[in-house]
C-alpha cells in the first residue's frame, strides 16, 4: 500500500499553494507550519515572506486565507495577531487519515525516496574481558538506530568492531599453550543447555585463564619474553598461535551472545568483524596516506596533523597511524574500516556508536579519510556519540567496592525487581508463574532500554532501577501497561469490532489522540535523519499520556456508548495499540500482551 499524507503535511502542502498564489514573487515558500495549543496547526512564515516582500503580513495572510482550497481537510482557518494563521482540521479528516493508517500494515509510514546503505558500528566488546555497564549504550542505540533506519527504508549493515587483536594476546596465548585444558568447558554439559549457562562458563574459563596469565607475566620475567615472542607470531600469522587465539575469539563470542541474548538483541556472527578483520589492510592503507601526502613520517612514527587540534604545549596533536616501532595504532585499523565499508561495502553512511570521550580521535580519523579522498560529499561519516551512565549520585556508576558494574549483573538485578512489580500485579489479570517470568524479562530489559534511549544520546543518564521499573513516569514500563490495558479492553469488548466512522465529532481527547496518532511516521522520519532515538520515545510517551486521558473522558466498554461512537472508540484504541507496539520494537522493546 501506498503511503498515506499526514494531517500535517496536507495542510502545509494547502497554505504552501495558496501563499505562492498570494505572492508569486516568494516562489516556493516555507509556511513554516507547526503544532499549536490555539488550534491545531500555526503557520508563522507569513512574517518574514511579508518583510522580504515589503507586504503588510497582516494582509497577506487574510489574501492566503481567501485563496486557500480547504479540499475537506480545513475545518476552521483564522489570522491572528501580526500575520499567523491558526488552523484547524475536521474531524471527519482526522479519522479519514486514521483509517488510511490502519489499513496499511507498516501504519501509512512512507519509505524514503533517498534510502541508500548504511553501515553501523556499534556494540564493541572485547575479547576475552567482561562487558560491563560501559557496553550497554553502545548495544542499545545502534540496536535501535538499526531499526528505524531500516523501517524507512535504508538498507544497514550491522558491524560489531569487537577488541579481538593486540599485545595481550601474546601473553593469554602462550599461557594457554603451556596451560592446554584451561578452556576446556565442562565434561557431561547438555548439548542443548541454554545460552545463559554456556555463556557465563566460558566468562569464567576466560577470566580465570586472564588472571593467570596476567599474574605469570608480571612474576616471571622469562614467561614475558615468550609472550612477546608469541605476538610477534601472532602478527606474522603462524598456523598455531592464530588457531589458539581463534579460541579466544570463539570462546568470548559464546560470552557476547549470552549477553546480547540477555538484552534480548539478535547478534549474527558475520556482522561481527573485530580489529583482525582488517589485519592484511594496514600496510596498505598507511603507503596510500604517505604516497598521497596525507600522512607524513615524523621521528620514525607515520602521522597526520591538524591546525586545529593542539596539544597543550600548542604544538599540533597528530594523529598516529603507525608507531616508529612499526606497529599500527587504532587509526590504521579505523581508516582501513572506512576503506572497506566504502568500498567494499557501497555504504553511503557510516554510523559510529562510540563514547563521547573518542571523539577528538574520531574527528582526526574522519578529516583523515577525507583528505584521503575515501570520504566526500557523497559518502559521510558520522559518531553517534553518547555520555556516560551514572549512579543515583551523580558519579560514574560503580559498585559499592568502586568496581567498573558487570552488565549481566545490572539485568539480572534489572529482571529481579521488574519480575517483582509484574508479580504484584498478576492476581488482577491472573498471569500464570511462566508468564509472570517471562514478562518479567521484557519489563526488565525493556526498562534498561528505555531509560538509555529516552536520553539524548549525547548526555550521561542516571542508572536508578527503582525509577526505571516505575508504573508511573516516562518509563518503558509505563507504556508497556498502556498497550496491555488497550489489548484487554479489545478482548473485553465481545462482538463489537473497530470500526472507523468519520461521521461522528470527536471529543477533545478523541482529537487529540487522533491528531498524534496521525504524526507517527512524521517522527519517524525525523528520528532517522537526525539518529535520535529518544525523539521516538518522547513521542511514545506523549502517545501513552494522551491515550490514558481519552480512556478517563472517553467511555469505551463500561459505560457502554452509542455503537457508532463505541465502534469509532476501539478504533483509536486499536491503531493506538498498534503504534505502540510498532514504536517499541524499533526501540527493541518488547510489549506484552497481558500485563
Known sequence: MASVPSLASSVHQRVADALASALPEAGAADPLLRRSDRADFQANGILALAKKAKANPRELATTVVGGLDKGGVIEEIEVSGPGFLNITVSDRAIIETLAARAGDDRLGVPVSPTAGTTVIDYAQPNVAKEMHVGHLRSAVIGAAMVEILEFTGETVVRRHHIGDWGTQFGMLIQYLIEHPHELDHKTGTDATADVQASGEEAMSNLNRLYKASRALFDADEEFKTRARARVVDLQAGDEETLALWQR????????????????????????????????????????????????????????????????????????????????????????????????????????????????????????????????????????????????????PFKTREGETVRLVDLLDEAVERATAVVRDKADKVGLTEEEIVENGQYVGIGAVKYADLSTSAARDYKFDLDQMVSLNGDTSVYLQYAYARIRSIMRNAGDRKPVAHPELELAPAERALGLHLDGFGELIAEAAAEYAPHKLAAYLYQLASLYTTFYDQCPVVRPEPEPVVGENRLFLCDLTARTLSKGMSLLGIRTPERL
Open 248 to 395: 579466544f575469539v570463539d570462546e568470548s563470542k559464546i560470552y557476547f551472545y549470552s549477553v546480547f541474548n540477555k538484552l534480548d538483541m539478535d547478534i549474527q556472527d558475520p556482522d561481527v568483524v573485530g580489529e583482525s578483520g582488517y589485519n592484511d589492510m594496514l600496510v596498505e592503507t598507511c603507503r596510500l596516506l604517505e604516497e598521497s601526502g596525507v600522512a607524513v613520517r615524523s621521528n620514525g612514527a607515520l602521522c597526520v596533523f591538524f591546525d586545529e587540534y593542539k596539544g597543550p604545549d600548542g604544538n599540533p596533536t597528530p594523529l598516529i597511524v603507525q608507531k616508529s616501532d612499526g606497529g599500527f595504532g587504532y587509526a590504521a585499523t579505523d581508516l582501513s574500516a572506512i576503506r572497506d565499508r566504502v568500498g567494499n561495502l557501497k555504504a553511503d553512511t557510516l554510523i559510529y556508536v562510540v563514547d563521547a570521550r573518542q571523539s577528538l580521535h574520531f574527528k582526526m580519523v574522519f578529516e583523515t579519510a577525507r583528505r584521503a579522498g575515501w570520504l566526500n560529499e557523497d559518502t559521510k561519516a558520522v559518531q553517534l556519540a553518547f555520555g556516560t551512565v551514572l549512579g543515583k549520585d551523580g558519579k
